[in-house]
């Protein structure tokens, strides 16, 4: 199996781990227990005796996953890591860690208004000091008052601090041009996978060709994946236009959507927007198509918007899923269930180690709310200094205010600089023989496609790895360099990319870029 | 038209799920608290909250040195100035140091920062006196999250091969819940509230026995110190447990987050890593153990910041593996709360500038709830029909209570549980919540409910003895 993404048509003689094969094909566990109730234990036994948590016992579900943004090419960039550290020579003095959405670890700083808010919420003594800014005393006040015992030790409402729900509708409200948004429908997560993840698992049901279907994009962010193996459901892809700059087409989500009724019931549908890995950003048209396509076919709509603030290109705009859902009038804006996720970690915060985000519902049935909050009431709540962080990145300083004027610059200067690396990116790559890059609308990433020749396909194939694999295995070996294959997000059969971000520096982006180039252009050359 | 997700068409797992720790008596509670907010015409002034061991919300200060290092780490601005003691900023840079980008604000790796786990793994082997190595620790979203992933990995099966796993009743209804939203097989052992609530190997059996009928029992989990029951097992009972779990051939869960709450003469926190490690081989080369522990209980309170490890003994490597790509599709527990489990683990030691403060707030809590545990229990048997067993050690008393036979008929009239009837006639008439003895498990045909001892201790003598007389004057409207 080539992983999530490239089985297409439900090929029968694929291995176990693919998730897109109905239920009734997967393997069960009956044989073990009939072998372990065989195996007496006496107390004189060995300690050699067969475990009783192992590979063939544990949760099956839990080995289909695979989680490629930090999976065997990061455990080996690692290795190659502490290789260095033990003074191992390389043809590279760093390993550059180009497989992840992490703003901070690549140098970028953060808003200094929303760490001084969190540190005062954190150790509220400070309020008596000088060295913090009223502005953010205010907010910090605000936010303890609504925490038990005023303080960010105390366990939150499940559904999150009130005060912050209602900063986070009004926010909706402002982005969306005044589209109504209710606290009610706000829930704040432990990071947008959080989110996305307790709603997936209250959407699969089912068995055998009734079992839930869920139609994500490919390329896909491979969360997505990841979770639909969990929950036993069934994956189902659509494919975007690599040759129209990743744009999906309904055409394509019909066509997925025909073919997967066949073997289960497809009933939600995943849009990325903008896109992860591909960056591309959806017009308005787009989403209206889309939106009617979930209102045709009866679908859950999971519009994951964490790169909001992250548009560059010209032209492109970040249009929400739930302001063109209200647009689009009563019709759909009555009876379209929608979710909609952001999160701390991305656009000009890069506040990835909070793990704070929220999800907005619109359209949940009633009792369905209540069953939602049930779950999240067995994980009590999460955890309050994200949830603070998510109130400064919808609530941050506004002109007038004393911090407003350095918030602002900061907020710029990250945006600015992520456009540049995105053009940069996006210019470089495409002047390499063999690459080819997609304008990066949004997002930050790369993903770009890569011709590899047939001599390198067949080696990948003597090593049991898909030829990306093979290719971004050896860039991490010669360069140092650590990019996630594409078939760690899916694509079409017999295409292959590789998905780097822009978040180095900039310079250091150039020599990373350059590097890139010439490794492609040996490696063209000794698999000609 | 219909939605296209209704409670029929629903996960069916989550359905089964129930949480009574904010279950409908607190959705009731926070409705009267609406409802003073909005006009005052109740018997009572304020809502008290004494369902959930929520430290800080009851007016716990936090330990002013991990809070310290927490906001250094998180506005390293912090480190130049003055009101700050210099070890609490020496904490932070080793601590920023580790994280990447210099920045709380980075992802971590999946299983938690190295150096973190590797304090932890040192803290562990003080603690134990044994040695504990930091692939074996992972840092989790609280300890529910990873009690959540431990039994993820070890569900399997189907029919009679399915996963059955052995829970105490009473128990902290995390586990019911994550049974329920696994479709595992729940598989009930009683605690012997005759003995104060003690742990019994033949109770073990019979239930494990009960299990193999209709399941495939894997797993034993044990609360220690217990909740909600609070008591603390002695050594040879954890021996017992051990050898127990070695016979049968099962996977040992040790929640043990209340490990630092222990109130009783004669009680001592043995940790199962520890006894299981002392009685030697074949023990301790092959009992797979995971032990847990948060940030939430203890003298530190600190809930809100979800923070926790597991410690895996004897784990399969290849297992193991499949554990670390688990948590690596959330990317990372949170960073503040990593770097403040870093403070508990590695606290201030005698000679250090925060020590004497630190030694004192951690003793004024630790006492504190040490009355306050002997109180409840005082004020509570003083009550005809109240019978509260020693508090041990957590946070709660689990007080059963008679009920005349005049109540258990007017609340199977409403539908309701005995316990949760009089729960909620209890928060009407006095606003204080507490939770349903059959929010936890119960032997049938008892009654009780579970209260924190939170509350400041003025306020807990009152809030017992508001209690106390509603249950006499409850008793006697319904005889």
């Excluded at chain 1, 089912?206 to 490919?218: A, C, H």
């Excluded at chain 1, 990325?272 to 308005?284: A, L």
């Excluded at chain 1, 019709?331 to 000009?348: D, I, P, Q, R």
């Excluded at chain 1, 360069?479 to 292959?496: A, D, K, L």
Aim: one cysteine or more.
């Amino acid at each position: 199996c080539h992983g999530p993404g490239v089985c297409r048509s439900g090929r029968e003689d694929m291995a176990l781990p693919c998730a897109r094969l109905p239920r009734a094909r997967r393997e069960g566990t009956v044989r073990w227990s009939s072998a372990a109730k065989a195996s007496a234990v006496t107390i004189t036994e060995k300690a050699s005796r067969e475990k009783i948590l192992t590979l063939e016992s544990m949760n099956p579900q839990v080995k289909a996953v695979e989680y490629a943004v930090r999976g065997p090419i990061v455990l080996k960039a690692g290795e190659i890591e502490k290789e260095l550290r033990k003074g191992i020579k390389k043809p590279f003095t760093e390993v550059i860690k180009a497989n992840i959405g992490d703003a901070h670890a690549m140098g970028q700083r953060p808003i200094t208004f929303l760490r001084q808010v969190v540190a005062l919420c954190t150790y509220p003594n400070l309020l008596d000091s000088p060295s913090f800014p009223e502005d953010a005393k205010k907010r910090a006040r605000r936010i303890l008052q609504g925490c038990g015992g005023n303080s960010l030790g105390s366990y939150s409402a499940s559904q999150g601090i009130n005060c912050i729900r209602e900063d986070v509708a009004a926010y909706i409200e402002r982005r969306d041009g005044g589209v109504p948004a209710d606290p009610d429908n706000i829930y704040l997560t432990t990071g947008a996978s959080d989110g996305i993840a307790t709603i997936l698992k209250i959407l699969v049901s089912g068995g055998g060709k009734s079992r839930t279907g869920v139609m994500i994009p490919i390329p896909q962010y491979p969360l997505y994946s990841a979770a639909i193996s969990e929950l036993d459901a069934i994956q189902v892809n659509y494919y975007l236009d690599e040759e129209n700059c990743w744009a999906l087409d309904v055409n394509e989500l019909r066509r997925s959507l025909n073919e997967a009724k066949a073997y289960c019931n497809p009933k939600v549908l995943c849009i990325i927007n903008p896109g992860n890995p591909t960056g591309q950003v959806q017009n308005r048209k787009c989403i209206e198509d889309v939106i009617h396509f979930a209102w045709e076919e009866k679908l859950f709509l999971l519009a994951d918007e964490v790169y909001q603030d992250n548009v560059y290109s010209e032209g492109c705009q970040f249009h929400s899923f739930k302001k063109i859902l209200y647009e689009m009038g009563p019709e759909y804006y009555n009876n379209v269930e929608l979710a909609s996720f952001h999160s701390t970690s991305k656009g000009y915060m890069g506040e990835c180690g909070y793990r704070g985000g929220y999800m907005e519902v619109i359209n949940l049935h009633p009792e369905i709310k209540g069953q939602l909050v049930k779950l999240l009431s067995v994980r009590l709540c999460p955890p309050v200094s994200g949830q603070a962080a998510m109130d400064i990145v919808v609530n941050p300083p506004v002109p007038g205010e004393e911090s407003y004027s350095q918030f602002i610059k900061e907020k710029e200067s990250v945006l600015n600089n992520l456009a540049k690396k995105a053009k940069l990116t996006e210019d470089m790559f495409n002047k390499v023989p063999g690459i080819h890059c997609n304008p990066l609308q949004g997002a930050m990433y790369a993903f770009p496609r890569i011709f590899i020749p047939s001599k390198a396909i067949e080696e990948a194939k003597a090593h049991k790895m898909a030829p990306d694999m093979f290719y971004c295995m050896k860039l991490l070996e010669e360069t140092g360099i650590c990019v996630v294959p594409g078939s760690g997000f899916g694509q079409r059969e017999g295409s292959h990319h590789f998905r780097m971000t822009i978040l180095p520096p900039v310079e250091k982006l150039k020599i990373l870029l350059e590097k890139v180039k010439d490794f492609h252009i040996k490696f063209l050359e000794k698999y000609a | 038209r219909e939605p296209v997700l209704t409670p029929a068409t629903m996960n069916p797992a989550l359905r089964k799920v129930e949480y009574a720790v904010r279950g409908p008596i607190v959705t009731r509670a926070l409705q009267l608290e609406q409802e003073l907010w909005q006009d005052a015409s109740k018997p009572f002034t304020e809502v008290i909250k004494a369902n959930i061991g929520d430290a800080q919300a009851m007016g716990q200060q936090p330990i002013t040195f991990f809070r310290q290092v927490t906001a250094l780490c998180l506005y390293p601005e912090l480190l130049i100035v003055p009101s700050i003691p210099d070890d609490a900023k020496d904490r932070a840079h080793r601590l920023l140091g580790a994280c990447n980008g210099y920045s709380a604000g980075a992802y971590s790796a999946s299983a938690g920062i190295e150096m973190v786990r590797q304090d932890v793994a040192r803290f562990l082997q003080r603690r134990d006196g044994v040695p504990a190595s930091p692939g074996d620790i992972f840092l989790s979203t609280g300890a529910s999250d990873a009690i959540m992933s431990i039994l993820k990995l070890l569900v399997s099966g189907s029919g009679p091969s399915r996963t059955g796993v052995l829970i105490p009743i009473p128990q902290y209804p995390l586990y019911s819940a994550a049974i329920a939203e696994l479709s595992a097989v729940q598989l009930n052992y009683y605690l012997d509230e005759g003995h104060c609530w003690a742990l019994d190997v033949a109770e073990l059996r019979r239930a494990l026995a009960e299990g193999r009928r209709h399941c495939c029992p894997r797993v034993l989990c044990i609360i220690n110190p217990g909740n909600p029951t609070g008591q603390v097992q002695s050594r040879q009972c954890i021996e017992d447990v051990i050898k127990f779990a070695f016979e049968e051939k099962l996977f040992l869960m040790a929640d043990e987050v209340y490990q630092d709450n222990v109130y009783a003469e004669g009680s001592a926190f043995h940790s199962f890593k520890k006894v299981l490690m002392e009685m030697g081989p074949p023990y301790s080369e092959t009992v797979e153990l995971a032990s847990f522990h948060s940030v939430s209980k203890g003298f530190m309170g600190e809930c809100g910041f979800r923070s926790g490890y597991v410690e895996v003994v004897n784990m399969d490597p290849q297992v193991k593996q499949q554990l670390v790509k688990l948590v690596s599709v959330r990317l990372c527990p949170p960073v503040p709360g990593q770097i403040l489990l870093d403070t508990v683990v590695n606290p201030p030691q005698p000679g250090e500038l925060s020590y004497e403060c630190f030694i004192a707030e951690k003793q004024a809590v630790l006492s504190a709830l040490a009355h306050k545990a002997r109180l409840t229990e005082e004020i509570f048997n003083r009550t005809p029909g109240i019978h509260c067993n020693p508090v041990q050690g957590a946070m709660y008393s689990f007080p059963r209570i008679d009920l005349p036979p005049r109540a258990l008929a007017a609340a199977k009239a409403q539908g309701q549980a005995p316990d949760m009837f009089f729960c909620m006639k209890l928060l009407e008439e006095t606003g204080i919540c507490v939770v349903p003895g059959s929010g936890f498990g119960q032997r049938e045909g008892t009654f009780h409910f579970r209260m924190t001892i939170l509350p400041p201790t003025e306020k807990l003598q009152i809030l017992l003895e508001k209690l106390s007389s509603f249950y006499t004057k409850f008793v006697k409207e319904y005889s």
